[in-house]
């Protein structure tokens, strides 16, 4: 089968990204073939080879500066929709069995995947990963959404949304992680000694530096943690729009001495990041999945976690197992008294549940989602 993963955005910029960088890996190791078809960046379009890893893709990041990154944003906008003869042609050409968008904010590779359907027949496929949909957009998804095959939700909120908002009867197929890669016996104290953290109770959080990932709650949280656990260290990776603001709210609240920012992480050394930290905090005010989630909990790290979208559905199933604490969002009193609770308990890692943490992983592993997508495929191609 000859499969088409159209994505806005270069591989490794994001929740959605990855998704469709992990399960194309096992389609090749089934057998498929796998092409690449991205809006932004550069190539515009690549092949996926057996057992091949790529690398971080390079492109130019969005402005750290509000006003900018309105006016950036919007001229992506435009942009897109300039190129849906050339994303048309390239689905034409390539003569797919399958098209599969990765939805993002904009309808207009929708557009393209429809109009190859018109004139080819192909198949076309919407994995949706959050509900932003704005201006024209909206209006197009309505009108084009009949012309998909079938659209996937990786979260039950997006399904629900997408059923209420265009009437898109999509299945629910979660998010997954790569439980070898991301694993408990990480090494990463070469890491932790070059951080000067090996002494530390670290607590991390990875993710864009934007309001939605509510990192202003996190810092405030900090200034009681650091009265609790003397030897605590925050760190803060990623980078976006905020990161000015955020960072005068460190200075302003005296935590230069415990909150560290680490900037943008490659996608190969993030294992070691989350392997070096004893709690992982996401504060998010809205999330659709959050990617990061997943990652901490396979490293065997523990995890504090807003009750937003997707996010809070995975941290339920490891609630039981202790492996994660839900809290409101917006609310440092209770990330502090989440963060708490781990460090009181130093014997953690020993905990009777581990097991059973470990079994509710394996049905995240790319390898089970890829699979169920798989079976899609088959039932609309009959390959």
Same mark, same amino acid.
């Given at each position: ?30 057998? /498929? ?66 098209? /599969? ?27 949706? /990963? ?21 659209? =996937? ?65 996190? =810092? ?161 191609? /009959?390959?």
């Amino acid at each position: 089968m000859k499969i088409a993963m159209v994505l806005e955005n270069p591989l490794f910029y994001g929740g959605g990204e990855i998704h469709a960088y992990e399960i194309s890996k096992n389609f090749v190791r089934k057998g /498929h073939t796998v092409d690449f078809i991205q809006l932004y960046g550069n190539p515009k379009k690549r092949s996926l080879t057996r057992g091949e890893l790529l690398s971080d893709s390079h492109w130019i990041q969005s402005p750290r500066s509000k006003v900018l990154n309105v006016i950036y944003t919007r001229a992506l906008w435009v942009y897109s929709f300039l190129s849906i003869p050339a994303v048309t042609i390239d689905l034409l050409r390539g003569k797919y069995d399958v098209v /599969h968008l990765h939805n993002g904010g904009y309808a207009s590779l929708l557009v393209s995947a429809v109009i190859t359907k018109k004139v080819s027949g192909v198949k076309v496929f919407c994995t949706l /990963h959050n509900n932003l949909a704005k201006h024209i957009d909206r209006r197009l998804i309505q009108r084009l959404a009949p012309n998909v095959d079938k659209f =996937i939700a990786v979260s039950p909120a997006i399904q629900k949304n997408w059923l209420d908002e265009y009437h898109a009867d999509a299945v629910f197929i979660p998010n997954g992680v790569d439980i070898g890669r991301f694993s408990p016996l990480l090494d990463a104290s070469e890491l932790k000694k070059r951080l000067e953290l090996e002494d530390k109770f670290v607590v991390l959080s990875i993710g864009r530096l934007s309001v939605q990932k509510g990192i202003k709650y996190l =810092i405030q949280a900090s200034v009681s943690l650091k009265k609790h656990i003397p030897n605590i260290a925050v760190l803060i990776c990623g980078r976006g729009e905020e990161e000015s603001a955020l960072k005068r709210q460190v200075d302003q609240m005296g935590l230069c001495d415990i909150v560290k920012f680490i900037g943008y992480v490659p996608a190969q050394k993030l294992p070691s990041y989350y392997a070096i930290c004893d709690v992982f905090v996401l504060p998010s005010l809205f999330e659709t999945f959050a990617l990061t989630l997943l990652e901490a909990l396979s490293v065997g790290k523990p995890v504090v976690c807003t009750r937003v979208g997707g996010a809070q559905e995975v941290a339920k199933q490891f609630e039981d197992s202790r492996f994660a604490i839900l809290v409101n969002p917006a609310n440092p009193e209770e990330i502090e008294r989440g963060v708490l609770w781990y460090y009181s308990k130093a014997d953690f890692a020993k905990i009777r549940n581990k097991k059973k943490m470990k079994a509710t992983l394996a049905d995240f592993s790319w390898e089970n989602i890829s699979e169920r997508i798989n079976k899609i495929y088959a039932s609309f191609t /009959h390959q």
